[in-house]
């Protein structure tokens, strides 16, 4: 099917801001101009302050990797210094993520990744886990048709087979410059000669240690002494050697897929299956292939978005989020002031209720995806909002198409001396996954199924709602919120972005790319500013501490919104901005471990 979608006249957007609109009660933010003609942003109401962290993003000219780890990054930077192109580095990375990050990082997972090459051409490959050959629809459903809680979510039954092998070496096959074996090497390196752990990774690990000797009885990785019995807890700067996962990781080296899904791996890991009552079998395997899907590119103003069609939800609905404000004032009315919250809340209002409707693997549900980002049918979807008061999730539902049937991730950005660029976000779903580690390999496996509807209407773990778009099916690839974009501007590179954070990874790549290109912030900035979140149901919109004024609270709440201020924090980007003067920002989420290093 062709997913390309062309120019709209600026004009037919402007219908969708619709005639109701009251005087915007707010004050505007302004863009200062700095140096290099890159607009950096302060606040005109002193009592305002955006940013999570001061930090400042990276500049280099020649290359620039931003990932959720130090090692990791490095890993990627060295392998543009010795020559390597954007997909080269982001192959490596993906490793070595795989052994410094094994709480999203993987190889017993899958992802997305958005490719642009300097001239212009883009693509997009799938390598998303798929549900095993033997997987049910109803698989996780007692006699009575109730959910078995947390069946999809821990242990052996939640895994779908995995895809980022094969991914990695689709994507090296198609565009590497290196070769397949030094790209590897970093990651076996690690793997073999161990890191040291940051002080995130300690904790992580020692959060999960009841996981890790329950569900794998007897066996003994990532515990910090070969006797699980032991309350040793890991510290920050110990180092971790995997010597199980490096002999994983020699055998892809060697091998390429058939190390992972033939084999010595692919034998370890049914065999795993089977010890725990899991479904993945050496067929199942063998059967994993990634698909290159024909990306979305939508344009915005001067821009073009070039982002992930279905299995992912979040192209489809990072383009209707963008279309839905863009016929508004955002700059004038300034950054999060309490219209241009309201306009991006009821957008991500509509766009969430019609993902659980209509979104779903197109190999298996027929998606409507270009009637879903066509202005039309957005403005269809607007009539009943008002900046007088909130719509009622209660009263909104998935839109009406006719003629159609209804039936811890981590993200890292890259860009080489070229101008290639690479935005891949890639997952085992929740931190560590299922928590099974396939016995003799040394990996963790995802506890990607419960990513799927496993009942209509019953909400996943990040609250979504789906229905039998995305019900589970043998083979079917599970519907995902990923949404790794790189954006053009005027024809020419301008944005690598992404982020985890399940449902609100949407909404957080929407929010940042506004805050470059309405707001007049730099990538770090956008990166730093704090976020919000609504996703139709629960109708509440969640937001980082500080990220509305007291003002804004009040006059949503007067508006009938239900506010929520979170105790915890929304993403982790990764991002790389193209400046004026060609050189690049990388920016790394200063709420983790994130990383950018550039030369
Ligand atoms: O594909 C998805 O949408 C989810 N499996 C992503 C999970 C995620 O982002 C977890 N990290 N915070």
Redesign the pocket.
């Known amino acids: 099917m062709k997913r390309q979608f062309r120019v709209l006249p600026l004009l037919a957007l402007t219908l969708l801001a619709g005639c109701k609109s009251q005087s915007p009660t707010t004050t505007s933010g302004s863009g200062v101009r700095q140096g290099l003609g890159v607009y950096e942003y302060r606040d005109e109401d002193p009592s305002v302050q955006p940013f999570f962290s001061d930090r400042q993003g990276v500049i280099g000219r020649n290359g620039m990797v931003a990932s959720a780890h130090p090692e990791a990054s490095q890993v990627g930077l060295n392998i543009l210094k010795a020559g390597g192109n954007a997909v080269d580095a982001a192959v490596a990375v993906q490793f070595a993520l795989a052994v410094v990050y094994p709480g999203?990082g993987n190889i017993g997972g899958g992802g997305f990744m958005v490719y642009r090459g300097n001239d212009g051409k883009a693509y997009t490959l799938d390598y998303r886990e798929k549900a095993p050959g033997r997987a049910t629809q109803d698989m996780y459903l007692d006699s009575l048709g109730n959910v078995r809680p947390g069946l999809s979510i821990s242990g052996h039954l939640a895994s779908g087979v995995p895809g980022s092998v094969d991914g990695m070496a689709e994507a090296h096959k198609r565009f590497g410059k290196l070769s397949w074996a030094q790209v590897l090497q970093p990651a076996i390196d690690l793997a073999a000669k161990g890191f040291a752990l940051t002080e995130r990774d300690a904790l992580g690990l020692n959060r999960i240690k009841g996981d890790l000797t329950t569900i794998n009885p007897g066996k003994t990785y990532f515990l910090k002494n070969t006797n699980p019995a032991d309350t040793l807890k890991w510290q920050k700067g110990e180092i971790m050697v995997q010597a199980d996962l490096a002999r994983t990781l020699q055998r892809i080296q060697s091998q390429g897929r058939a190390g992972f899904y033939e084999g010595e791996t692919a034998r370890l890991l049914a065999e795993e299956m089977k010890r725990g009552n899991g479904l993945i079998t050496e067929d199942d395997l063998k059967d994993y292939h990634s698909v290159w899907r024909d990306p979305i590119q939508a344009t915005y103003k001067n821009y073009n978005v070039i982002t992930m069609p279905p299995t992912?939800s979040g192209g489809v609905a990072l383009v209707q989020l963008m279309r839905f404000t863009e016929p508004y004032p955002l700059r004038k009315w300034g950054w999060n002031r309490d219209s241009t919250v309201q306009v991006m809340v009821e957008a991500e209002r509509r766009v969430y209720a019609d993902r659980a409707k209509f979104l779903g693997d197109p190999d298996f549900v027929k998606v409507p995806s270009d009637t879903l980002m066509n202005v039309d049918y957005l403005k269809s979807r607007w009539t009943d909002f008002s900046f007088a008061k909130a719509t009622d999730s209660k009263n909104v539902r998935g839109g009406t198409i006719p003629g159609y049937e209804s039936l811890?991730?981590t993200h890292f950005s890259v860009v080489d001396k070229a101008g290639n660029a690479v935005s891949i976000t890639t997952?085992l779903?929740?931190?560590y996954g299922s928590r099974v580690v396939v016995g003799g390999a040394g990996f963790f496996m995802n506890n990607?199924m419960d990513?799927f509807s496993v009942k209509p209407g019953v909400p996943n773990m990040?609250g979504l709602i789906g229905n039998q778009a995305n019900a589970i099916a043998p083979q079917k690839r599970m519907l995902?919120?990923?949404t790794p974009t790189i954006l053009e501007k005027d024809g020419k590179l301008f944005m690598v972005v992404g982020t985890?954070?399940?449902?609100t990874?949407i909404t957080s790549v929407y929010q940042t790319i506004l805050n470059v290109i309405e707001h007049g912030m730099s990538m770090q900035q956008a990166v730093n500013a704090l976020k919000f979140h609504h996703q139709w149901l629960p109708d509440k919109t969640i937001f980082e501490n500080g990220a509305f004024s007291d003002a804004t609270v009040q006059n949503l709440q007067n508006r009938g919104y239900m506010l929520e201020k979170l105790t915890n924090t929304l993403g982790r980007m990764d991002c790389v901005l193209i400046r004026p003067d060609g050189s690049y920002e990388g920016a790394s989420d200063p709420r983790a471990d994130n990383t950018a290093r550039g030369y």
């Open positions: 999203a992912s811890e991730t997952t779903n929740g931190g990607e990513d990040f995902s919120s990923m985890p954070g399940g449902s990874i």
